[in-house]
């Protein structure tokens, strides 16, 4: 599907952050991008790279959530052929792809501290060094990062080094969640049920029911934006009565009747042969025992008899009841002077 990167809300509290980017964008400096999950963090990054002076060059985009630990560094700043098993050639990283442009790194808060250290010296000196080589080569790249972490408490509890926040925070741009966004939701979601019907072929939108409309405007929105987007054009697509406004909408897709019981974990059956296991008497209170070795060993004893006669003397059986083997079963008996029958 063709990425849509149109800005939609009429809410004051969007558009003082679309204009706060447009501001941005100017400037050859860092960007923070905070904001929940599905609120247009990488959208506000396309704008900033947009609107500046580096528009004709690469805007390069890095999830550094989606790869593991030892491969961001690779990733980010490349390796020489060698460098590490696996390596069959040298490959640029993403600071050399952005070269003249802009690199966008989504999920900020998930680096390591060891990247974070490699981080902090590209945006000091603006210098990258392959993993493997020896000599650091210059780059140009406008760095833009987003995240829906609270960078500063993260820094004050040790998982994100505050030089690196000192550098990368010359402008803050915090989206509001969907929530509030005061009249956007109408509005988004007429913008997204319009597209939907025109990609089914509907002859004309017929907008949505009294009742569903408040039911939109109602919810909650935890997943904002991408979430409404989903939500509304699910309720279009399972529409069949196009001549008549959309009156039916499913906000949780995992609801059903026949919906699977999470699995629990559970204790291994007995054998349907064998009968329930039967408490054990408790053992002499505390404040009576002077050896303790040879209260436990008494305790053990009745452990063992009480099992012998549950299980009426099949020692197989009282032996996996217990969870012993049978010759440790055995040997518990020997111990004790316990006979078989």
């Known amino acids: 599907m063709e990425k849509n990167t149109q800005f939609v809300g009429q809410s004051f509290a969007f558009l003082d952050a679309v204009e706060q980017a447009g501001r941005a964008a100017e400037l050859n400096r860092p960007v923070l991008v905070i904001g929940e999950r599905g609120t247009g963090k990488e959208l506000i ?15 390069i985009t890095m999830n550094c959530a989606a790869l593991p630990e030892t491969l961001i560094e690779a990733e980010l700043f490349g390796h020489e052929q060698g460098a ?6 040298a490959r640029p990283g993403r600071f050399e792809e952005a070269d003249g442009g802009t690199l966008f790194l989504d999920e900020l808060g998930t680096l390591s501290m060891a990247a974070q250290e490699r981080l902090l010296r590209v945006v000091e000196y603006g210098e990258v060094t392959r993993i493997g080589a020896s000599r650091p080569q210059r780059v140009d790249v406008r760095i833009v990062a987003a995240t829906n972490e609270d960078l500063p408490a993260a820094a004050e509890a040790g998982r994100f080094r505050p030089d690196l926040l000192d550098r990368l925070s010359f402008e803050v741009i915090t989206l509001p969640p969907l929530r509030a966004r005061e009249g956007d ?12 019907a025109a990609e089914l072929n509907w002859p004309q939108w017929p907008g949505f029911a ?8 109602g919810y909650g929105w ?5 979430e409404l987007r989903n939500v509304v054009e699910r309720a279009v697509y399972r529409w069949h009565e196009p001549a008549r406004p959309i009156s ?36 002499t209170a505390y404040d009576e025992i002077t050896d303790l070795r040879l209260a436990v060993d008494s305790h053990e004893a009745a452990i063992i008899r009480a099992a012998l006669d549950r299980f009426r003397y099949n020692q197989r059986a009282t032996a996996k009841g217990l969870g012993l083997t049978y010759d440790q079963l055995r040997h518990c008996m020997k111990k004790h002077g316990l006979s078989a029958g």
């Open 45 to 59: 990054a396309e704008r900033l790279h947009h609107l500046s002076p580096r528009w004709g060059e690469p805007l």
């Open 84 to 89: 590490f098993t696996g390596a069959t050639k």
């Open 185 to 196: 939701v109408s509005v988004l979601a007429d913008h997204f049920g319009r597209r939907m």
């Open 210 to 217: 009294a009742a569903c409309a408040a039911e939109l405007e």
């Open 222 to 226: 935890p997943g904002n934006v991408r």
């Open 248 to 283: 039916r909408i499913t906000f949780d897709p995992f609801a059903s009747p026949w919906k699977p019981k999470p699995m629990m974990p559970r204790a291994e059956a007995a054998p349907k042969d064998m009968p329930a296991a039967a408490p054990v008497a408790a053992p």
